[in-house]
């Protein structure tokens, strides 16, 4: 992987922006339906998450972990609160603002992996290195070490309704990680893996995080959240407290 300069941010997100912050929310209010069929999945979100940080988000199913990760995605519109990210006031952006910034700094592993059909896992791992516009003689080398990585370079040519599930979330994690982001956003990322599998995600999270990258997973896993430093744990869509983590497993790398 190469390290890719991302947007500075602006004079105004220099000046708003809290030394060493990398997301801020602000009583951030999110509903679905309207009228009286108005529900509240996230209320009154504050939270701070600062560059270097490994989060885990947990709580009971419909707790609004997923939301809250969509939203700091920022592929959930329709909310209400303030989101900074590096200093940037994301709720006053338009979207095209908000793309930009998502496509330059996060990397992000979606429950149902969201591969795209008719792209081979080749296609699918290049795609965000398209997007920060790394030239196509590049890529070719940074696709084939992530594959090599994953172990799935006999995959490389199949399209993703030829992979189990488990395969998919593998090529799914490629995806997010390919183009070094700075922060990865991911939400049960183990959750079709082997036990095996699952730790090596694990430890391979570990490792970016301690090269810099801030990682926030949602999991029910307490063995996952162990590798972060801190849980947040919701429940009926408000933050219901914080707490650090145990002590982690040890590595073996
Ligand atoms: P979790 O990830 O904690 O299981 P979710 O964020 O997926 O929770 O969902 C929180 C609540 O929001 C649930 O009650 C769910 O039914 C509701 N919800 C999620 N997405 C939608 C949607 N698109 N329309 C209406 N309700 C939704």
Do not use: C
């Not at 998502?102 to 398209?130: C, K, W």
């Not at 890529?139 to 799935?152: E, P, S, T, Y």
Request: proline share 5%; aromatic share 6%; net charge neutral.
């Amino acid at each position: 992987m190469t390290t890719r300069p991302a947007p500075q941010p602006s004079a105004a997100a220099a000046e708003s922006g809290r030394a060493g912050s990398l997301i801020r929310l602000v009583n951030l209010d999110k509903t679905f339906g309207e009228g009286s069929a108005r529900t509240w999945v996230l209320r009154r979100v504050s939270l701070e998450v600062r560059e270097g940080e490994f989060v885990s988000i947990m709580g009971p199913s419909g707790a609004g972990k997923s939301t809250l990760l969509h939203v700091l995605g920022m592929h959930e519109g329709g909310w209400e609160g303030e989101y900074h990210f590096l200093g940037e006031p994301i709720h006053a952006l338009k979207p095209a603002k908000r793309a930009e910034l998502r496509n330059a700094n996060i990397g992000f592993v979606f429950q149902q992996y969201h591969l795209i059909d008719d792209l081979t896992v080749y296609e699918n791992i290049e795609m965000p290195l398209s997007y920060r516009n790394v030239p196509k003689a590049e890529r070719a080398g940074i696709v084939a070490d992530v594959l090599d990585r994953f172990q799935i370079v006999g995959k490389k040519d199949l399209y993703p309704r030829q992979l189990s599930g488990g395969q998919q979330q593998l090529v799914a994690i490629a995806r997010a990680i390919v183009a070094d982001p700075k922060v990865i956003l991911a939400d049960e990322p183990t959750g079709n893996l082997h036990s095996d599998q699952g730790r090596e995600i694990m430890e391979l999270f570990r490792r970016l995080n301690a090269a810099g990258t801030t990682v926030i997973q949602v999991t029910h896993s307490e063995t996952n959240a162990s590798f972060g430093s801190r849980i947040v744990r919701l429940r009926d869509g408000w933050v219901e407290g914080e707490s650090p983590t145990g002590t982690a497993p040890t590595t073996e790398s």
